[in-house]
């Protein structure tokens, strides 16, 4: 394999594996509970 084709398929993995991180990451905060930001506030409220 050349090294500008192995840069371009090291690229396209990279990517690809970036993908459903970032789908995870986007569907965990769009139907995740969302009290989890407030359990933070309230322990720091309650100090």
């Known amino acids: 394999i050349g090294t500008k084709y192995g840069g371009f398929v090291q690229t396209l993995t ?5 993908i459903p991180i ?9 139907k995740g509970d969302q009290h989890i930001f407030t359990a933070v506030n309230e ?5």
Do not use: N, V, Y
């Not at 990279?14 to 970036?18: A, F, S, V």
């Not at 970032?22 to 769009?30: H, P, S, V």
């Open 14 to 18: 990279t990517i690809g594996k970036l």
């Open 22 to 30: 970032a789908c995870i990451i986007i569907f965990g905060l769009w």
């Open 43 to 47: 322990s720091i409220s309650d100090m």
